[in-house]
């Protein structure tokens, strides 16, 4: 057991929850070891799922939690006020030391605004970004920050690049990975008001790899590892590259099928296109980590099923194995 | 002539200068006599790529100016400086009231600067935003602010969702056009400090269509027909279009060929789906109008060939026919 990593699961959070969240941490524990599953949420409900499937029982444990958090509802008063909620309940394995992480379908306000309050930051760590992968042609880049708290100063934004390329280094395995900051063109002189404060504090960063401004048209291509912004921009990228993703997708739809003999090549185009589509779908890439938490919390995607949620409870093995902790602690304190 | 309107295009701007700036604007003669163009650059140029072409030449000039204006200058020390540069002189004839319009493919810095230290902004106007039309799912959208100017304020943003609908319901055709501001949330609480402090204002305004922040994710589906944004977000939103839709044509191309099946299949379906991906293609678009000025002033991509000039050229019909610059006059001093 000593390399289990323990994590929670919020049973209750998503678009298909409970059923696909009991279904993916059923198939993780399936697929690895080392991996211990807290599921958290309605007992009835997460037991009437769990008797579908086949796996070892001393790897999973349900933790009852009687409410539930909702998008609708606003992050910090939910947090306060529901204390037995799924969210609330998990991260508090998390505190008193029972779980190594926390993976959540839920509220991504909620699971911001509760992961800082009672997982608790990390010493040093000035405000924890989520970071999601996103999809470029040449495989993914780190796109820090996405998170709830906006207008973001420039001493953040430099912590975001430090804790995104030792997560990018230690956990996707991408040696010295390039940092970059968003900006609104390639010249140093260039940007708004933060970016301008930002970007030489960057530069006289040695523990980085920082290579400059990238451009948004950029992005996709993969002209950098770690793309750093304030979570405002951050917000508006993630967001159009899935709107923009799924509508040039439905237009393809359309058009493939538009003549009769376009119809008939479509048919034949069908299975390499799907492939091809896919590696550019945001859902696809398990989920968003939180990062400079005492204790990982990966927040997954709303409509996640069972291989996302899979895919985010493997993922924190490589996490904790990683050390991913300790070094945004050591790297951190170094410059404080 | 009392219709005709008399347009100063940059022979000298863009990529594809002069050769397609000059097609462009006999292209445009030719297809509608309420044009007079006045070309302005190297006149031995010009003249040569003219002389390839029949059209009436009563209504083309040729405007000498000795001096071109790079993408890597520095836009106000270029302005103040090259006195004798294509935008510059262009950029007077609008001032001397010889030209209605400008048209230009040049540097966007240039011209957005340029535009405002010469042509100068209408009466009431804080700051002209540049606004170009982006694809959508049903049609198009407009984007305002994608200026040089970042950093703006909430009166600023106001004046860009005015200045928005009276474009996109007069020159665009769009009755009541659906007004919103890009958010991080669909709620009047999300946002950061400019967008909260904008919301309120955007609201109690009774001469647009206001219907609330929009999410990113929602811009290419059409969810609105003026979309509000700080020129930084604008850059990023529309850089990111460019980049996602030419990074995923690259993919989808790779994949129509990576089996044998799929490669029959992909000549099939390629007339349809050419069609389908210029629809989604920003560099259709003719140019992005900068709004509040004393004379219309289109700035058109970088990449621009003949087709775009021409219908840059022939959008200032339009605009000086609808009356925009006296109903923004109108409209924005009735506020202030």
Same mark, same amino acid.
């Given at each position: 057991m000593q390399n289990t990593v323990r994590v929670a699961v919020d @049973?209750? $959070? #998503?678009?298909?929850a409970p059923l696909e969240i009991v279904k993916g941490a059923v198939e993780a524990v399936n697929e690895s070891t080392n991996i211990f599953v /807290? +599921?958290? #949420?309605?007992k009835p409900d997460i037991d009437a799922e769990l008797g579908k499937y086949t796996f070892d029982t001393t790897r999973i444990e349900v933790v009852h939690a009687e409410e539930v958090i909702t998008n609708n509802e606003a992050p910090v008063l939910a947090i306060r006020r529901k204390k037995e909620s799924s969210i609330v309940v998990a991260l508090n394995l998390i505190k008193s030391g029972k779980a190594d992480a926390f993976v959540s379908a839920g509220s991504t306000g909620a699971v911001l605004v509760g992961a800082q309050l009672i997982a608790g930051r990390i010493k040093g760590v000035e405000r924890p970004p989520l970071a999601p992968l996103i999809p470029t042609v040449n495989g993914v880049s780190l796109l820090? &920050?996405? $998170? @709830?708290?906006? &207008? @973001?100063r420039a001493s953040h934004l430099v912590q975001f690049a430090k804790m995104g390329s030792i997560y990018m280094e230690?956990?996707? =395995?991408?040696?010295n990975p390039r940092v970059a900051i968003v900006n609104i $063109? @390639?010249?140093?002189?260039? =940007?708004n008001a933060l970016v301008k404060e930002t970007f030489p504090l960057l530069k006289s960063c040695t523990d980085i790899n920082f290579i400059g401004s990238i451009e948004a048209r950029e992005i996709p291509s993969g002209a950098a590892d770690v793309i750093v912004c304030e979570a405002f921009v951050g917000n508006v990228i993630l967001k159009l590259y899935e709107g923009l993703s799924s509508a040039l997708v439905k237009k393809i739809k359309a058009g493939l099928t538009s003549t009769p003999i376009s119809t008939i090549g479509a048919a034949l185009v069908k299975p390499a296109l799907k492939k091809t589509l896919k590696d550019f &779908? +945001?859902? $696809? /890439?398990g989920g968003a980590p939180m990062l400079g938490l005492n204790g990982l919390v990966v927040k997954t995607h709303g409509s996640s099923h069972s291989i996302e949620i899979k895919n985010s409870i493997l993922q924190c093995i490589t996490f904790k194995k990683a050390n991913i902790k300790e070094k945004i602690e050591q790297n951190l304190q170094v410059v404080e």
């Open positions: @049973a209750m $959070g #998503g678009d298909n /807290y +599921l958290v #949420g309605k820090i &920050d996405c $998170g @709830a708290n906006v &207008d @973001a230690n956990v996707v =395995g991408i040696k $063109g @390639a010249e140093e002189e260039k =940007g &779908d +945001l859902t $696809g /890439y």
